[in-house]
């Protein structure tokens, strides 16, 4: 019996490496519509439609036939589709040839590519884009902290 | 919507991803990240080991490896297996739960899947055959 039960604890941990390993980017086909919020680790595809908001720490790529209606942060983000909304990025942003934006950019880095098209505001100064981000803020109470034991 | 299609792409919700919301659409899906909310699919599902899912579920098949509160509804079939857990009730054509599974909830079953899938095949062809049936007496 122990021996069956360590074999089978071994089968499970070899098939989630497999999983893990597979499944860090997730891929949301030309068929699936989301309405609501998308948040945490990992890259997303997205070719369909999301009527809500993206909240995530990696690369969002909205490819071609795709739709977004509303708010997309991620560290990267490039966009081939059509986006009603606005985009803010920690790194930086590409617009490509088929992309449609109408509404707000805050990126630090930024490319268009000719053909895109751009209807709205970008902005891609330092304020913005920590504003944009909470975690740049959390850094900042840290040193607080340490000074207040030294003066005593 | 374009519900007779048959779902030609698999989309995947990977592990740290989660999502809060209404998931529809022609689609197969995989999870293994975790759902809130709602998922209506004509195609099918696979809720892999890390798989959560708080929602009711709607697909063709489903197949449960990771964890489901919530009720679930497949046209064909519902696939629980050894590793899979579903809190809430079930209905379905046909079902499979394999041993070591939990399953806490009601089942029902869909008498045939050719109904609740609408037009299918099948009961047009049943439809066609009556039509024949009543014009031969005359």
Redesign the interface.
């Known amino acids: 019996m122990p021996l069956f039960g360590k074999k089978k604890k071994e089968n499970q941990s070899e098939r989630r490496q497999t999983a893990s390993s597979q499944n860090e980017t997730s891929y949301f086909g030309k068929n699936l519509m989301i309405k609501g919020r998308v948040s945490g680790n990992g890259n997303i595809i997205i070719l369909g439609a999301l009527n809500g908001e993206f909240d995530l720490r990696g690369r969002v790529k909205i490819a071609q036939p795709a739709k977004i209606k509303g708010e997309v942060k991620a560290d990267v983000i490039s966009v081939n589709g059509s986006v009603q909304g606005s985009l803010a990025a920690k790194e930086r942003i590409h617009l490509d040839q088929t992309a449609r934006i109408e509404g707000q950019i805050i990126t630090p880095r930024l490319s268009i590519s000719e053909g895109a098209s751009f209807d709205g505001e970008i902005t891609m100064s330092d304020r913005s884009s920590k504003l944009s981000r909470p975690d740049a803020a959390d850094s900042a109470p840290a040193p607080q902290n340490t000074t207040a034991p030294t003066k005593k | 919507m374009?519900k007779d299609?048959t779902?030609?792409?698999?989309?995947?919700?990977?592990?740290?991803?989660?999502?809060?919301?209404?998931?529809?659409?022609?689609?197969?899906?995989h999870v293994?990240?975790?759902i809130k909310?709602a998922i209506v699919l004509s195609g099918d599902i696979f809720i892999?080991?890390?798989g959560i899912l708080e929602a009711d579920v709607e697909a063709k098949n489903i197949v449960i490896q990771g964890e489901v509160a919530g009720n679930v509804k497949a046209h064909q079939q519902l696939e629980i297996h050894p590793?899979g857990k579903l809190i809430g009730d079930c209905s379905a054509a046909s079902i499979d739960i394999k041993e070591g599974a939990v399953f806490e909830g009601r089942s029902n079953m869909i008498k045939s899947p050719e109904a609740s899938a609408g037009h299918s095949p099948a009961q047009t062809s049943i439809t066609a055959a009556q039509n024949q049936k009543q014009q031969q007496p005359k």
């Open positions: 374009q299609k779902a030609d792409s698999t989309s995947l919700l990977s592990k740290n991803v989660r999502i809060e919301g209404e998931i529809q659409g022609p689609e197969n899906l293994e990240g975790y909310g892999g080991n890390t590793t």
